[in-house]
C-alpha cells in the first residue's frame, strides 16, 4: 500500500509507482495531509465526492483546503481555500469542472476548479448542510440542513423552492431520485414522500413500517434505477423498499455484531442496467461490509476495527471507492481488485490441452480442442479416450490468439464455439459477452459532453411520430438519438435512426452509455457503406444481399420481380429495424448473440437466411401489400433454422459476391474520444441541412404570422364577444332596473304601513315610558330616603361609637398618668437607694483609707522606735516627752485629714444632688410639653454627672496630692529627728517643739467645728428640697383633672352638634 502525504504541496503526483493493490485490502494508495510546522499535526479530510465520470475525486479538509484528485491522470491540485470547514461536497454539475461546497457558516459556495475562482455564493439556511443532492442533468441542487431543504437552480444560483416542516419533525435526508424528475424526502418520524421535480406536487408516500421491525430510518440509498431504496438506522436491520410497487419486499438482518448503521451506498455496475445488487453497508465499528440483496451473502468488506471508516464514497462506474478514515486519512480501494475473486466469468465449456514437447524433428506442435461435452478442469490423465478433431497447425497461433483475445480474459473462437454448441449465450452473461465482444470503451466523459448539449432539434417532438407508453424509454430514447445526433450530423437526417435504435434502447434503458456505444459499435460495423446514397436507401447493401438471394434462390428472387418487389422492401424493412419488428425478445436476443460474434457481413446473411427460410409463405403471396405486411410483422419463423441457414450460406457463398470480401472487419471504438464518422455524402447532408433549415425558418414565418392572425382574429371574435355579452348585459340590467323599481315601489307601500304600525307602537311605548318614569321617579324617592334615614342611622352609630372611643382614650390617659406617676415614684425611690448606696460606698472607702492610714503610721512608730532605740544616752523624760507629743501630732493630723476629705466628700454630693434636683424639676416640667423632651434632659443630665464625677476625681486625685506632701513633710522631720539623735543638740530644744505642737494643735480644733456646721446646712437643704417636690407632684395632678374635665366637655358639645344638624 502506497502513502502520499500531501503537506505544503498545491499539486504533485498522487503515486510514483503503479500501484498495485493487494487482494485482501484493495487499497490503491493512502492520502495523508500534514502541516509543515515544527511541530506537524494532522488535517483530517472531512468529506469526498465523485464528478460524473468517476475518475476525479474532490476531497476537503477541516481547515478549508479543498483538493481535486484526477486518478486517471495520477495528479493532485489545491483548488481552493475556504478557511473554514466543509460539511457537504458535490462534484457532478452541468459545468464540469465546477462543484458545490457546504461550508461550516451555513453557505453554499460554488467554484471552478480549472481558474480555481469563486463562481456564486448561496445563503438561506439556518443551521449546517450535511447533504447536497444535483439532478442528473447537473442543472439543478438540493441542500438539505435539519430544519429545511432547498432547490437551487444552478444556472442562475437562484433558490427556486424552500421547503419548511414542523420544528418537531426534523428531515433526514431530501434527495433526487436517479433518471428521473422525482424528488424523495426522508424525515425523522419514518415518513417518505415523493414530489414531483417541476410542479413539487406529491407523487406518493411509502407506507409505514411494520411494527414487528419499526426502526427510525438514518441513512438512505438508491439504485441507480431509482427502483429500489435501502433504508437503515440504530439497528442491524436494512428495509428494501419497491418505488414502484410503494412497499416494503425485503428487510435484511446484517450479523450481531453490527448495531448501527451509518452509511449505506449501492455499488455501481456496468452490466446490471442500473439495477445494483450489491449494497455497501458502513456500522458503527468502522467497517464496510458489501452485501448481495438478491442472495444476502457477504462478498466482501473494507476497513478494520483498528483503522476504522468514517465515511464512504463510490465512483459511478464503479471503479473506485473512497473512504474517509477515522484518523482524517483518505484511503482509494479497487473495486476490481476487491471483486475479483466475486466477478470471475464463468468456466468456459470448452477447454483447450496442448500436447507435451516433442523433439527437435518434429514439424511443430498440434493444438487439440475437446468438442465432446462440458470440461471443468484440465485433465491430468493422458491415457483416457477422448474424441478430438484436429484443426490445424499452428503456425500463425500468435497472431490468431492475439485477435480472438478479448478483453476481461475471454476468447472470440472460445465464445463461438460455445454459441454454436448451444445456440445462444447464457442470460445470466449476456451482456457481459457482449461488452467483451463488441470491446466498448465506456468513455464517460466524451458521453457526458454529448449527453450535456442536450436534446437535439430533430428529436424534439420525436413522441409525435413515434408515441411510446413509456416516458422513461421515450425520454431515453431522445437522449441517446441527440447524443448519435451530436456526434454526427447524418444522424439528424436519418429517419430510420429510432427504428434502428429502438431495441438496443430499450434493453440498455438503465444504461445510456452503453446504449449509446452499442448503438455507435452496431453502426460503425454493421452499418458499413449504409450512407454511400443517403437519403436514399443503401442501394449496395441491398445489391449485395440480392445477389446473394439470386445465387441460393433464384425462384424466390423471380417471384419478387414477377410481383414488382424489390429489396427495398424485402430486405431493408428488417435492416432498418434490426429485426425487432419480425423477432420477439428471446428471438432477437438470440440473433444478436451471433451477429456480434461474427464479421459484419452475418447481418446481411441474415436477411437472406430469413427470405429463404420464408419462402413458402413469400412464394403464396400475390399482392405488395401482403409483402409489406409480412415484412413488418412477426411471423412463424424458427429463429433457430435461420441461424443455422445463415452459417450454411457463410459456408457456400461464392468469394466474389460474398459480402465479407466488401466489407472491412471489426474495429471497436477507440479510447477516450469517439472517433469521427464521416462516411456520407456531405453535400447532401448540408444541402438537406439547409433545405431543412430554409423550411423551418419559413415554417417559423408561416407560423408566426398564422399566430399573429390567429391572434387577430381571436381579438375579433372576443371584441365581438365581448360587445355581445356587453349588449346582453346591458339588457338584463335595463330588465333588473324594471323589476327593481316595481320591487321598490312595493317597498315603499310596504315601508309606509310599517311607518303607520311603527308610530302607534311609538305612542304606546311613550305612553309606558312616561308609566314607567314615574313609577321610577317615586322608587328613586322612596330609595333616597331610605338612603338618608340609613345615613342618619350611621351618623347617630359613628358618633356614638367615636364618644365610646373618646372615653375610653380619656381612661387610657388617665391610667397611663398614673403609671406614669407610680413610675417617677419608683424612680425617686431609686435616685434615693443609689445614693444612699453611695454613701455606704463612700463610708467603706473612708474607712479603708484609714486603715491603710493605721497601718502606714504603725510603721512610721515602728521604724520611729527602732529610731528611738538608737539613741540611748539622751534623756528618757525627754525622749517619752518627745514619743507623747509626737502621737498627739500624728493623731490630730489624722483627724484633720479625715475631716478635710470628708467634708470634701459632703460638700461633692451636695453640689450632686442640688444638681439633680434641679434636672429633675427641669424634666417634670418638661414633662407637660413633651415626653420626648423628658428623655433627651435626662441624657443631658447623665452626660453632666460624668462631668461631675471627672471634677470629683480631679478633685481626689488634688488631696491625694496633698496627702502626699504631707507623708513626704513627716518622712522629712522622722529623717532630721534621726539625723538630731545621732548628733544630739542643746536642752532647750525639747520646749521649742512643744509650743510648735501646741500652737499646731488650735487651728486643727476649729476646723473640726466648720465641718459639723457644714454637714447641718445640708441637712437642712435636702428636706426644703423634698417639700418643694411634694408641692410639684400635687400642681401635676391637678393639672391632670382640669385637662379629663376639658376633654369630656369637648366630647359633649361634639355630641350635641349632629342632632342639632338633624333638626
Not at 398614673?818 to 473612708?846: D, F, G, I, P, T
Not at 470634701?904 to 417634670?924: F, G, P, T
Not at 548628733?983 to 532647750?988: I, L, T, V, Y
Request: charged share 25%.
Amino acid at each position: 500500500m502506497q502513502s502520499t502525504d500531501l503537506g505544503s504541496k498545491e499539486s504533485g503526483k498522487i503515486w510514483h509507482r503503479k500501484p498495485s493493490p493487494a487482494t485482501r485490502d484493495g487499497i490503491i494508495v493512502n492520502i495523508i495531509h500534514n502541516t509543515s510546522d515544527y511541530l506537524p499535526k494532522v488535517l483530517r479530510f472531512l468529506n469526498a465526492a465523485f464528478d460524473s465520470s468517476g475518475d476525479c475525486l474532490i476531497a476537503g479538509d477541516h481547515h478549508g483546503n479543498i483538493y481535486v484528485f484526477d486518478l486517471c491522470g495520477n495528479r493532485f491540485n489545491l483548488v481552493q481555500r475556504t478557511a473554514q470547514a466543509c460539511t457537504a461536497l458535490a462534484f457532478n454539475l452541468h459545468r464540469k469542472s465546477e462543484f458545490l461546497v457546504a461550508l461550516a457558516d451555513y453557505s453554499i459556495k460554488c467554484f471552478d476548479t480549472v481558474t480555481k475562482e469563486l463562481v456564486s455564493w448561496m445563503r438561506g439556511h439556518e443551521s449546517s448542510v450535511f447533504s447536497i443532492s444535483v439532478h442528473g442533468s447537473g442543472r439543478y441542487a438540493i441542500t438539505t440542513s435539519s430544519d429545511t431543504a432547498q432547490l437551487w437552480d444552478l444556472d442562475t444560483f437562484q433558490r427556486k423552492r424552500k421547503l419548511n416542516i414542523l420544528q418537531s419533525v426534523g428531515i433526514q435526508k431530501v434527495f433526487f431520485l436517479p433518471l428521473s424528475n422525482t424528488i424523495l424526502s426522508c424525515f425523522k418520524d419514518n415518513s417518505i414522500f415523493a414530489w414531483e421535480c417541476d410542479t413539487l406536487v406529491c407523487k406518493y408516500q411509502l407506507p409505514a413500517p411494520p411494527e414487528s421491525s419499526n426502526i427510525l430510518y438514518k441513512v438512505f440509498a438508491v439504485t441507480r434505477d431509482g427502483r429500489i431504496l435501502a433504508a437503515g438506522g440504530k439497528s442491524n436491520h436494512i428495509h428494501l423498499w419497491c418505488l414502484e410497487a410503494k412497499q416494503l419486499f425485503r428487510i435484511i438482518q446484517m450479523p450481531t455484531k453490527v448495531r448501527a448503521i451509518r452509511h449505506l451506498e449501492f455499488l455501481p455496475d456496468s452490466f446490471d442496467a442500473g439495477s445494483n445488487q450489491v449494497l455497501g453497508v458502513l456500522s458503527q465499528d468502522g467497517i464496510m461490509r458489501f452485501i448481495n440483496i438478491q442472495t444476502c451473502k457477504l462478498l466482501f468488506e473494507i476497513g478494520s476495527l483498528d483503522d476504522g471508516i468514517s465515511s464512504s464514497v463510490i465512483s459511478p462506474h464503479g471503479r473506485y471507492i473512497a473512504s474517509i478514515m477515522e484518523n482524517g486519512s483518505l484511503n482509494i480501494y479497487s473495486v476490481q481488485t476487491l471483486t475479483k475473486e466475486i466477478n470471475k466469468p464463468p468456466p468456459p465449456l470448452v477447454k483447450v490441452i496442448e500436447d507435451l514437447p516433442k523433439k527437435k524433428g518434429n514439424s511443430g506442435d498440434l493444438k487439440v480442442k475437446v468438442t465432446s461435452g462440458r470440461v471443468q478442469r484440465p485433465v491430468k490423465s493422458r491415457e483416457s479416450k477422448i474424441q478430438t478433431r484436429i484443426l490445424k497447425q499452428d503456425l500463425t497461433g500468435s497472431l490468431e490468439k492475439k485477435e480472438n483475445e478479448l478483453s476481461d480474459g475471454l476468447n472470440k473462437k472460445r465464445l463461438q464455439i460455445l454459441l454454436k454448441g448451444y445456440g445462444e449465450f447464457p442470460t445470466k452473461y449476456r451482456m457481459f459477452i457482449w461488452r467483451s465482444l463488441l470491446q466498448l470503451p465506456e468513455n464517460h466523459t466524451a458521453f457526458s459532453n454529448l449527453i450535456d448539449k442536450g436534446i437535439h432539434v430533430a428529436f424534439l417532438n420525436l413522441q409525435k411520430k413515434y408515441p411510446i407508453k413509456s416516458r422513461k424509454l421515450l425520454r431515453v430514447l431522445q437522449r441517446t438519438l441527440s447524443a448519435l445526433a451530436h456526434w454526427s450530423t447524418i444522424f439528424s437526417d436519418t429517419p430510420y435512426l429510432p427504428l434502428l435504435a429502438f431495441p438496443f434502447v430499450k434493453l440498455f434503458q438503465n444504461n445510456q452509455l452503453i446504449c449509446f456505444e452499442v448503438v455507435a459499435t452496431l453502426i460503425i460495423n454493421w452499418c458499413q457503406h449504409w450512407f454511400e446514397y443517403f437519403p436514399n436507401p443503401p442501394i449496395n447493401i441491398l445489391s449485395m444481399i440480392e445477389n446473394v438471394l439470386a445465387f441460393h434462390d433464384k425462384e424466390l428472387l423471380q417471384h419478387f420481380i414477377n410481383h414488382d418487389v424489390t429489396s427495398q422492401l424485402y430486405a431493408w424493412p428488417l435492416l432498418e429495424t434490426m429485426f425487432s419488428e419480425v423477432l420477439t425478445r428471446e428471438e432477437w436476443l438470440k440473433l444478436f448473440d451471433n451477429v456480434f460474434s461474427n464479421h459484419p457481413s452475418f447481418l446481411l446473411m441474415t436477411v437472406v437466411a430469413y427470405n429463404i427460410c420464408s419462402r413458402a409463405p413469400l412464394l403464396n403471396c400475390k399482392r405488395k401489400d401482403d409483402f409489406e405486411y409480412f415484412f413488418h410483422h412477426r411471423n412463424n419463423l424458427d429463429i433457430s433454422a435461420v441461424i443455422r441457414e445463415v452459417y450454411r450460406l457463410l459456408d457456400t457463398t461464392p468469394t466474389d459476391i460474398h459480402p465479407d470480401s466488401m466489407l472491412d472487419a471489426f474495429v471497436a471504438l477507440t479510447k477516450g474520444q469517439y472517433p469521427v464518422f464521416n462516411q456520407y455524402p456531405k453535400f447532401i447532408v448540408d444541402y438537406q441541412t439547409q433545405e431543412r433549415e430554409r423550411i423551418r425558418n419559413d415554417e417559423l414565418d408561416y407560423l408566426r404570422e398564422r399566430q399573429a392572425v390567429e391572434d387577430m382574429q381571436a381579438e375579433v371574435d372576443q371584441q365581438r364577444a365581448e360587445d355581445e355579452a356587453w349588449c346582453q348585459k346591458q339588457e338584463l340590467l335595463h330588465r333588473a332596473e324594471e323589476a327593481r323599481r316595481e320591487i321598490l315601489l312595493q317597498e315603499e307601500e310596504k315601508m309606509t304601513q310599517q311607518r303607520q304600525r311603527l308610530a302607534a307602537v311609538r305612542r304606546e311605548l311613550k305612553v309606558k315610558e312616561m308609566h314607567l318614569q314615574d313609577a321610577a321617579r317615586r322608587r328613586l324617592l322612596q330609595l333616597q330616603q331610605d338612603q338618608r334615614e340609613m345615613e342618619l342611622r350611621r351618623l347617630d352609630d359613628e358618633i356614638e361609637r367615636k364618644v365610646h372611643m373618646r372615653d375610653r382614650e380619656i381612661a387610657a390617659t388617665a391610667k397611663d398618668l398614673e403609671m406614669r406617676h407610680l413610675e417617677l415614684e419608683s424612680q425617686k425611690r431609686l435616685y434615693e437607694k443609689n445614693l444612699s448606696r453611695n454613701q455606704e460606698a463612700v463610708a467603706k472607702e473612708m474607712k479603708e483609707n484609714a486603715d491603710a492610714y493605721r497601718q502606714k503610721v504603725d510603721l512610721e512608730e515602728h521604724v520611729f522606735h527602732r529610731l528611738i532605740e538608737t539613741d540611748q544616752t539622751q534623756n528618757q523624760k525627754i525622749r517619752k516627752l518627745i514619743e507623747e507629743n509626737l502621737a498627739k501630732a500624728e493623731q490630730a493630723c489624722l483627724n484633720t485629714d479625715w475631716r478635710i476629705q470628708a467634708l470634701h466628700k459632703q460638700r461633692c454630693s451636695d453640689v450632686h444632688r442640688n444638681e439633680c434636683y434641679q434636672e429633675i424639676a427641669k424634666l417634670l416640667r418638661k414633662n407637660r410639653k413633651k415626653e420626648i423632651e423628658v428623655l433627651n434632659a435626662m441624657m443631658d443630665g447623665e452626660a453632666k454627672k460624668w462631668e461631675e464625677a471627672e471634677e470629683k476625681d480631679f478633685h481626689l486625685k488634688s488631696e491625694k496630692k496633698t496627702a502626699a506632701l504631707s507623708d513626704a513633710s513627716r518622712r522629712w522631720f522622722l529623717e532630721k529627728e534621726i539625723h538630731d539623735a545621732q548628733h544630739p543638740c542643746d536642752k532647750g530644744e525639747p520646749k521649742y517643739w512643744n509650743e510648735q505642737v501646741a500652737s499646731g494643735c488650735l487651728p486643727r480644733t476649729s476646723q473640726l467645728n466648720d465641718i459639723s456646721e457644714m454637714e447641718s446646712l445640708t441637712q437642712i437643704s435636702l428636706n426644703q428640697r423634698k417639700m418643694h417636690w411634694d408641692a410639684m407632684e400635687q400642681d401635676l395632678m391637678e393639672r391632670v383633672r382640669n385637662l379629663r374635665q376639658r376633654l369630656v366637655t369637648q366630647a359633649q358639645n361634639r355630641c350635641q352638634t349632629p342632632h342639632l344638624l338633624a333638626t
